[in-house]
């Protein structure tokens, strides 16, 4: 009588667990996934080289480790660095930056860039260092912040490896409102001045 008692009581405990299980959840509830934004320069397209177009190699820029990454970096004060909550670029800040040069560079007959493979033999090779590609609220937290590009160029012959030149870029746009996709938006007009001051210095500098 005891060994039934004691069974019924089992049976009724493991009942109530899997009844208790099956309405409430142990594990934590997912997270909205993160809106995804990436520049709106087009997808690199095959291109006939021009006889004469002198081509250049697009190295990978270098890039301190904050702005190396997806994520959309903002600065409340010029010094602070934070990301943008819910929302990523939809690849690392150097990729998109090489990939904008090097479409920018199609409008251009004299260059042509490229990324560097194996059996790629080109003159020259472009380093650039990205120092800054964040939006910043120069003006405060409650206002429309600045979306910032710095980047450093550096311009070497590949057989020489002796240094061509060397030239700073410093562009930037405000931000229509206070929403990512507004800084995202002013973000990539400042890219979009920034890689075509770096092909107009190019251009120029592999004319003379």
Not at 9 to 14: A, E, I, P, Q, R
Not at 22 to 49: D, E, G, M, W
Not at 79 to 106: D, F, G, K, Y
């Amino acid at each position: 009588m005891i060994k039934s008692k004691r069974f019924f009581y089992v049976v009724s405990t493991l009942t109530t667990l899997i009844t208790v299980s099956a309405c409430t959840s142990l594990l934590p509830k997912p997270k909205p996934a993160p809106t995804v934004y990436r520049l709106s320069i087009p997808s690199i397209s095959p291109t006939t080289l021009v006889k004469n177009s002198t081509v250049i190699n697009i190295e990978f820029p270098q890039a301190p480790r904050a702005l190396s990454g997806t994520d959309i970096v903002l600065s409340p004060d010029g010094r602070r660095l934070t990301a943008a909550a819910s929302a990523t670029w939809a690849e690392p800040v150097p990729n998109q930056i090489r990939h904008a040069l090097i479409e920018t560079l199609v409008d251009y007959d004299n260059i042509t860039g490229v990324i560097p493979k194996g059996g790629t033999r080109a003159p020259y090779r472009l380093n650039m260092q990205i120092r800054r590609f964040e939006a910043e609220f120069d003006n405060g937290e409650e206002f429309a912040p600045n979306a910032l590009v710095q980047i450093n160029a550096a311009l070497t012959d590949t057989k020489s490896r002796k240094l061509i030149g060397i030239h700073s870029v410093n562009t930037d746009k405000r931000a229509d409102t206070l929403s990512v996709s507004a800084i995202v938006n002013a973000q990539d007009e400042a890219t979009q001045k920034a890689m075509k001051d770096i092909a107009i210095w190019l251009d120029g500098l592999l004319a003379e």
